[in-house]
């Protein structure tokens, strides 16, 4: 969908995901979706709402996934 979204969990990276990587990934897929880079003043709170939630999901959804093979940490 969105070519400058880089997979967030191992072994794509060698680390967990940080906050900042989890937050440009939801901010790129709404820009993306949205079809602004940047929302006018009228949109931002939407626009940053959507960010939030995604970021959100996100993170539920890494700290659910199991990757076969690989050591997950607590």
Not at 58 to 74: C, F, H, I, K, Q
């Amino acid at each position: 969908m969105c070519r400058s979204i880089k997979t967030l969990r191992p072994p794509a990276i060698p680390e967990e995901a940080t906050e900042e990587e989890v937050r440009a990934a939801a901010l790129q897929f709404v820009r993306k979706v949205s079809g602004f880079r940047a929302p006018a003043a009228h949109n931002q709170e939407v626009f940053d709402r959507a960010v939030d939630e995604i970021t959100e999901a996100t993170v539920r959804l890494l700290d659910g996934l199991e990757t076969r093979g690989a050591v997950r940490t607590p």
